[in-house]
């Protein structure tokens, strides 16, 4: 009998607040594991530090919660030895965009087949309430930046396309069957599949249940970069859908076959 | 046995490593033994660099500080590393006369050989092959088996530029040598040829040797993140992890490197990363993590001289106390060293067989001395340590961090149905679910301590060369073994038995069987290559019984045997 989303669930209660977005993304996860009917004990999440980090946990699968900032080398190194597994990476916006910034740029180059589903709030939840690198610019409570953070908020779909990620989509919490959609998608994708979810913090910026009003259908689904950048950059941020769909080669391109070649130790002898 | 040592130096790029290499494999071919050790600048050209060998009709394994010969290609920059090339009242000096020594270094036996004359007569313009055929000569080698192994090297080239070279190899034999040249190389056999029977032969560095081991045992994933001296190590996996069917990633920083290894190692597959002091710094909080989700990774760390960038191209022996405390929290870990060039091979195999088999981090200290110098050492056997990926088939209800009598849980990997976890690096009850509560934590430390300390890690922890009782002992790890044992044979000579004792256990340190081993010893000196006397702190700290002395000394000078005599013959040597 096939399993349905809520066999997916692990049972044990999520730390998050009440009204947090990042119940509609685990929601939206279990649903897109039971339509794609993955076998639980084959799938892997992995995170690092942050609210949406701890959702390994939630899920009925492996998992691991590593380090802050480091749940894409890990994942890659997961799925590099182990490519009999479906791997998703999950976290917030601080741990992939500010402390993970390189592993994001370098996860999307090097194009190894996971999944990565960013849950971004625009703050810091689990420290009480920073700014985050997607944060406005003129986002005044921020509790590092009484000022605003006086800098560009981080671009995560245009930084994915220009990093050379071929599967790129935007999914938003209120709505998770979308989302769901969109991560069955991605994990049907033969690559490096970057999701952005708008994913509301009701706690630190209860403003954002106004995204709810904002978030707008994307039209098509851009298969060159060309098109992405233009759909991209024209979009306010909050356009979802598939942003950019086009798969390329994935890392690693072969899988060696032990005992090949020279023995290595062949070479050392005088 | 007979050695002679000698010196290439030049400017980098002007071929001097080359040159020594080549010589090395030439005379270890036709059944000699040597090693050499590489001293360079960090600068590709137009930095230093020179090779140091030591050539025997038996194995050797040092490098000693006075030289019987040094060719100078060129002068430029000697000044710089002349500590490590010290020239004596006796050594011969062969220079092109293009230029002069820089001021400071007046050799009192300087011999001009118009190399760059040589070479131009052969339409050549490699010097440094008519120095390779003048020594190739002098040592009783044939030119034929000198050109085979130039053009093997060479092999990249085009015909023309091989031709080239091969010409002045060829000019550089064909020379009448100089009288002092000829009576100085004729000073060492000619070797003889290998007898059947005696184990086979092989030129190798310890990076190499670590990287076979770590292969051998079972390693099918490595994450790589360049530093010196650890990028040929890494370089040597990238070529040869094929032939076992496994992957090396080029990672985009040592952050990523050692979270791809915990990752590889969550799934099952034995994982590894090389790098030195800088890298491993940043690596120490994911180190962390390997201890507490209990996963296993193994990270060498060939160290150079520090601190920051410190002296990237040297070695030094500076990183136990970053080996040993580098970790926030109380994070119980394996430490390991490397004793010899050869020994680089067993010990990165059993730190693969103890990361899998106690599911844990191990890290193996080896140095530059260790990793880039290439020896004539016996073939290590296949027969090392293996991994041991345990998987769990135990009773329900699965507990993953389970508070087992040996500390060690059972290990599920990702695709076995019923086990399911999340590893984690929050503190967890033994469910594996996070829990900041004081019986847990407790629980969890308790039993990561006790599944290293309880281990039965049999009699690999150290080597003892000599008898301790009523003798004073030398304690040392890496690459100040081999100068430990020659002073210890020098010291016999004399007539004055010591013993050494190089430790490739550090941690947890076996302190019951060093109490028991060291309590007849007369005197206790802990020779170590850094400034702070890591070691000799370390030991201190923990037999606190035993009255240990120290002599440390930083680099980049290697510790020479006679330091140690000396240091033994004072009254007091701390």
């Excluded at chain 1, 592993?103 to 009480?128: P, Q, S, W």
């Excluded at chain 1, 707008?216 to 060309?226: K, L």
């Excluded at chain 2, 050594?91 to 270094?105: A, K, M, R, S, W």
Aim: proline share 7%.
């Amino acid at each position: 009998m096939p399993l349905k989303a809520r066999d997916y669930k692990s049972g044990i209660k999520p730390i998050w607040c009440p009204g947090c977005g990042h119940y509609s993304v685990l929601n939206a996860i279990t649903k897109a594991m039971a339509a794609r009917e993955v076998a639980s004990h084959n799938t892997a999440i992995v995170s690092g530090i942050g609210c949406s980090s701890r959702l390994p946990a939630y899920v009925s699968s492996y998992g691991f919660h590593g380090v802050h900032g480091r749940a894409l080398p890990l994942a890659a190194g997961l799925k590099v030895a182990r490519p009999d597994l479906e791997v998703v990476a999950v976290g917030g916006d601080g741990d992939g965009f500010s402390i993970g910034g390189n592993h994001f740029l370098h996860a999307c180059r090097r194009n190894v087949n996971i999944v990565y589903i960013a849950m971004d709030n625009e703050v810091y939840g689990m420290t009480k309430g920073q700014a985050s690198p997607t944060s406005p610019e003129s986002w005044l409570d921020g509790k590092l930046t009484p000022h605003g953070t006086e800098m560009r908020a981080f671009q995560p779909c245009a930084i994915a396309l220009a990093s050379g990620a071929g599967f790129i989509a935007r999914g938003y919490s209120g709505d998770p069957n979308g989302l769901a959609q969109l991560i069955f998608e991605a994990m049907a994708f033969p690559g490096f599949a970057f999701i952005h979810v708008l994913s509301q913090c009701v706690t630190f910026v209860p403003e954002q249940t106004a995204w709810k009003q904002r978030v707008h259908p994307v039209e098509g689904t851009p298969a060159t970069a060309a098109e992405a950048a233009a759909l991209i950059h024209a979009d306010d941020g909050f356009g979802k859908g598939i942003l950019y769909r086009n798969p390329r080669p994935v890392w690693p391109r072969m899988h060696p076959q032990a005992g090949g070649g020279e023995d290595p130790r062949a070479g050392f002898a005088l | 046995m007979t050695t002679l040592t000698l010196a290439i130096s030049g400017s980098g790029g002007a071929g001097a490593i080359s040159t020594g290499e080549l010589l090395l494999r030439l005379f270890a071919e036709v059944g000699g033994y040597g090693m050499l050790k590489k001293t360079f600048s960090p600068q590709i050209r137009g930095g230093e660099s020179a090779a140091i060998l030591r050539l025997g009709d038996a194995p050797v394994s040092t490098i000693p500080a006075t030289i019987d010969l040094l060719v100078a290609l060129d002068w430029q920059n000697f000044a710089r590393f002349a500590d490590e090339v010290p020239i004596s009242a006796s050594t011969l000096v062969l220079h092109t006369g293009t230029d002069v020594p820089p001021p400071g270094v007046t050799p009192d036996n300087l011999l001009t050989v118009d190399a760059p004359g040589i070479a131009a007569a052969a339409d050549s313009g490699w010097l440094n092959m008519v120095f390779f055929g003048m020594l190739a000569s002098g040592l009783g080698c044939t030119c034929a088996a000198a050109e085979t192994l130039l053009r093997a090297r060479l092999e990249k080239h085009d015909d023309a530029v091989l031709d080239a070279a091969c010409r002045a190899l060829q000019a550089g034999f064909a020379q009448a040598l100089p009288d002092p040249l000829r009576e100085l190389l004729a000073t060492l056999p000619v070797p003889a040829a290998t007898a059947p029977g005696q184990p086979q032969r092989w030129l190798a560095s310890g990076n190499q040797m670590a990287a076979l081991g770590a292969l051998e045992a079972g390693v099918r994933f490595v994450a790589a993140y360049p530093i010196t001296p650890a990028s040929d190590l890494l370089e040597w996996l990238a070529h040869h992890i094929d032939h076992y069917g496994g992957h090396l990633v080029q990672a985009e920083d040592e952050l990523a490197a050692i979270n791809m290894v915990i990752g590889a190692g969550f799934g099952g597959v034995p994982a590894m990363t090389a790098t030195s002091g800088p890298g491993m710094a940043l690596m120490s909080e994911a180190m962390g993590l390997a201890v507490a989700s209990e996963t296993a990774a193994v990270v060498v760390d060939v160290m150079r001289g520090g601190p920051s960038t410190g002296i990237p191209t040297k070695s030094e022996q500076s990183d136990l106390n970053l080996a040993l405390y580098g970790m926030h929290g109380d994070a119980p870990h394996i430490v390991l060293a490397a004793q010899s060039i050869a020994d680089c091979h067993f010990t990165a195999a059993w730190a693969v067989h103890l990361a899998t088999r106690l599911q844990t981090l191990v890290i193996v200290l080896s140095d530059q001395s260790l990793g880039q110098s290439i020896q004539v050492i016996d073939a290590p056997g296949s027969d090392c340590p293996r991994a041991a990926v345990n998987s769990s088939q135990e009773a329900e209800p699965y507990l993953r961090y389970r508070d087992t009598d040996s500390g060690v849980s059972p290990l599920a990997l990702p695709g076995e149905p019923g086990h399911m976890y999340t590893a984690d690096g929050l503190e967890h009850g033994e469910n594996a679910i996070p829990s900041p509560r004081a019986r847990d934590h407790r629980m969890q430390l308790d039993k990561r301590w006790r599944k290293l300390a309880d281990w039965d890690f049999g009699g690999h922890w150290a080597e003892l060369v000599g008898q301790v009782d009523q003798r004073p002992v030398i304690l040392c790890m890496g690459s100040v073994t081999a100068t430990a044992l020659e002073a210890q044979a020098a010291m016999a000579a004399a007539g004055r038995e010591v013993a050494v004792l190089s430790l490739r256990l550090l941690a947890p340190l076996p302190t019951k069987q060093l109490a028991t081993l060291l309590a007849s010893g007369t005197r206790l000196l802990v020779v170590e290559h850094n400034h702070g006397a890591q070691l000799w702190h370390y030991l201190r700290s923990l037999l606190p019984q035993l009255a240990f002395e120290s002599l440390a000394l930083p680099g980049p000078a290697a510790i020479q045997p006679r330091d140690i005599y000396t240091a033994l013959e004072a009254a007091n040597a701390t």
